[in-house]
């Protein structure tokens, strides 16, 4: 990884699941739609729209109707990111099974250099966490040497587990490439 930023927002409530309010946005704080375990387990049939959980945040990560790609929302825009590569903003309409969004605040910005693969980046933001307990949004905005992403088709029932659908996922690899990575540093 070559001339990137890491910015990380502390969160430090979680909203319960399925949790429906009308409060004002709150910084500091992660909605979560469903849990990784029942999407893992094959839960892949959208339960919240777009609409809802916008509300709720700006920025974030998760899955859509039948796990057809993958979710990203990033500055109040969500796109989707389809099995075939194929970028595409999400209505309002669309729902998902599994998402977890927050109102993106960077509490903590860093340069980062030395983080060629994964395990070296993992290190170094575990080095960055204060508190492991916590959940913390993660932003890295950069120029990657190399970068590696994912993304699952779209599912039919009966749904498989997720440990299965993802042996038919498509593997997108770049180089040279100038992007901001999305995710979450969940605690054990």
């Known amino acids: ?7 990380i927002s502390l969160l430090i409530v979680l909203v319960p699941f399925f949790a429906c309010t009308n409060r004002p946005k709150k910084v500091g704080t992660i909605y979560q739609v469903s849990t990784i375990n029942a999407l893992l387990e094959g839960c892949f049939d959208g339960r919240i729209n777009l609409r809802e959980i916008k509300k709720h945040g700006d920025f974030g990560i998760g899955a859509l109707d039948g796990v057809d790609g993958e979710l990203i929302g990033l500055g109040g825009r969500f796109f989707q990111i389809k099995g075939n590569g194929l970028v595409l903003p999400v209505p309002d309409t669309m729902t998902s099974p599994y998402a977890i969004v927050t109102f993106f605040d960077p509490g903590r ?4 250099s030395d983080t060629e693969n994964y395990a070296r980046l993992e290190a170094f933001l575990e080095s960055l966490i204060e508190t492991k307990n916590i959940f913390y949004a993660v932003k890295i905005e950069g120029e990657f040497a ?3 992403a ?3 088709p779209r599912q039919t029932k009966p749904y498989r587990p997720l440990v299965e659908v993802v042996k038919e996922q ?17 605690p054990p």
Not at 1 to 7: E, K, P
Not at 109 to 112: A, C
Not at 174 to 183: E, H, Q, S
């Open 150 to 152: 994912r993304s699952i």
């Open 170 to 186: 498509s593997v997108f690899e770049f180089n040279n490439i100038k992007g901001t990575m999305v995710g979450f540093r969940c």
């Open 109 to 112: 910005i860093v340069g980062i």
């Open 146 to 148: 190399y970068l590696k």
């Open 1 to 7: 990884m070559s001339r990137s930023i890491l910015i």
